[in-house]
T-cell receptor, first 115, second 112 residues
Framework: NAGVMQNPRHLVRRRGQEARLRCSPM?????VYWYRQLPEEGLKFMVY????????ESGMPKERFSAEFPKEGPSILRIQQVVRGDSAAYFC?????????????FGQGTRLTVV | GENVEQHPSTLSVQEGDSAVIKCTYSDSASNYFPWYKQELGKRPQLIIDIRSNVGEKKDQRIAVTLNKTAKHFSLHITETQPEDSAVYFC???????????FGDGTTLTVKP
């Protein structure tokens, strides 16, 4: 059973470009969560999605950031017009269901560098 | 919303000594408290967790204690080894473990 798969592992973008980060949850998991980790800081919750639904985007910046989890394919975190402050590690986690407090499994992360 | 504070931010111990990391939380509805270990450039990995219906849990050299009244929980690592060196994060969540509030992390260094 493959774990949570994120790609790319490393992404370099110039200021003003778009960044697309992908996350495939573990098999059998229907809930996806995105976190951002700035250098030498903790993980900050961004958004929680189920298939075709955004459940909670309370941690998502209001502008330039969007997320989706289509019926088919991976979840995508999209950052438009990237700025240097977007440089961070973006982690995706998945869980099998919402109302069970079991472990959420993290992917290896995508390290975004904006130059 | 939930607020989790973690102390200390850095901790250096001699190999074989014990290490203790403490966290406090603010939301009394939180009922799941995982601890993650993150090595440089890698993903956070769960090392132990505790739910609000227990006060203590142990797994070999690692233990976690929870005081719901005081809203604090602690990680204890005994007989530390150099490979325990990493950043440790506590977290708290209510109902949905996927949406957790993390502490800012503790960088643990175990000196041989």
């Amino acid at each position: 059973n493959a774990g949570v798969m994120q790609n790319p592992r490393h992404l370099v973008r110039r200021r003003g470009q778009e960044a697309r980060l992908r996350c495939s949850p573990m098999k059998g998991h229907s809930h996806v969560y995105w976190y951002r980790q700035l250098p030498e800081e903790g993980l900050k919750f961004m958004v929680y999605l189920q298939k075709e639904n955004i459940i909670d985007e309370s941690g998502m910046p209001k502008e330039r950031f969007s997320a989706e989890f289509p019926k088919e394919g991976p979840s995508i975190l999209r950052i438009q017009q990237v700025v240097r402050g977007d440089s961070a590690a973006y982690f995706c986690a998945s869980s099998p269901a919402e109302f069970t407090n079991t472990e959420a499994f993290f992917g290896q992360g995508t390290r975004l560098t904006v130059v | 919303g939930e607020n989790v504070e973690q102390h200390p931010s850095t901790l250096s111990v001699q190999e074989g000594d014990s290490a203790v990391i403490k966290c406090t939380y603010s939301d009394s509805a939180s009922n799941y408290f995982p601890w993650y270990k993150q090595e440089l450039g890698k993903r956070p990995q769960l090392i132990i967790d505790i739910r609000s219906n227990v006060g203590e849990k142990k797994d070999q050299r690692i233990a976690v204690t929870l005081n719901k009244t005081a809203k604090h929980f602690s990680l204890h690592i005994t007989e530390t080894q150099p490979e325990d060196s990493a950043v440790y994060f506590c977290a708290a969540s209510s109902t949905n473990a996927g949406k957790s509030t993390f502490g800012d992390g503790t960088t643990l260094t175990v000196k041989p």
